[in-house]
């Protein structure tokens, strides 16, 4: 395997290295990120940050498929993994195992994440027992926003960690390899980190964890909006707007196409 495996990964976090993540939806972007990502999440943010959904709900087994494999075809470098999405993995275990190895052998990826704690722990098992690495997600649970009544951060109040960090505890001891803690504050993400031996990923979860992913698109400033825990690094989004108005312009203005845009006629053959 050329790729960064599960193992690689373990022993960064080990010596003590930072994990450098992000998510990735399509080929381009994925090659883009690849030589500076350890790991590139196909992540069921895509409902929101590519599809215009409002929830991650929507997102499909087929969708991460379809996603799945260009990221892999655009990156040679990081581990793949690939967000089991609502629906495809809390029934049992068995369909948790069904989707995940469709997931994994039609893609080529080399790992699932999926939302849940405890009562995911048998499921964590059965999957990684069976030649599947996983990656829990505990926290902010974005697939659960129905029961929560939102995205605020979780466990603000220290009577609240518990159940937290035994979910961190729980999918660690199932042999989840990487667990991704969102939406915590930094003294619950400190003690989960120590809590545990996999590697610790987060996201808007403080600089106490292993590693950090962060939606892509989120911190190139794709989009008016996004959470606090996002540091803006580029702002796509103005410079998509300037450079469109720029070419709406032009195509108005007769400026676009000039000559150097355009195809001439081969000299007449003698
Ligand atoms: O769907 C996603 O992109 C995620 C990460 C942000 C952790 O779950
Ligand atoms: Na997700």
Not at 256 to 262: A, C, G
């Amino acid at each position: 395997i050329k790729r960064l495996t599960v193992p690689n990964l373990i022993k960064r976090k080990q010596a003590g290295e930072p994990l450098v993540t992000l998510t990735a939806y399509t080929a381009p972007m994925a090659r883009l990120l690849d030589p500076h990502c350890e790991l590139l999440l196909v992540g069921d943010s895509m409902g929101m940050a590519l599809y215009g959904m409002d929830s991650t709900l929507g997102v499909t087994v087929d969708m991460i498929i379809n996603h799945g494999r260009a990221v892999v075809r655009g990156s040679k470098r990081a581990l793949v993994a690939l967000d089991m999405p609502f629906g495809s993995f809390e029934a049992s275990k068995q369909v948790a195992f069904t989707n995940a190895a469709r997931m994994l052998s039609e893609t080529g990826a080399q790992a699932v994440k999926l939302e849940g704690g405890k009562e995911m722990a048998e499921t964590v098992r059965f999957l990684v027992e069976r030649g599947i690495p996983v990656i829990g997600h505990v926290g902010l649970r974005p697939q659960s926003v129905h029961v929560i009544g939102g995205y605020a951060a979780q466990g603000r109040d220290e009577d609240a960690w518990e159940p937290i960090i035994e979910d961190a505890k729980a999918i660690e001891a199932a042999g989840a390899f990487a667990t991704v803690v969102e939406g915590v504050a930094e003294p619950l993400a400190a003690k989960i980190t120590e809590s545990v031996n996999n590697v610790v990923i987060g996201i808007g979860a403080s600089a106490a964890c292993d590693g950090q992913i962060l939606v892509t698109e989120d911190m190139l400033g794709l989009f008016d909006w996004a959470p606090r825990f996002v540091k803006h690094y580029a702002s796509l989004g103005p410079t998509i707007s300037d450079a469109v108005a720029r070419y709406a312009e032009d195509v108005r203005a007769r400026r676009f196409p000039s000559t150097d845009e355009t195809y001439k006629m081969r000299r007449p053959k003698k």
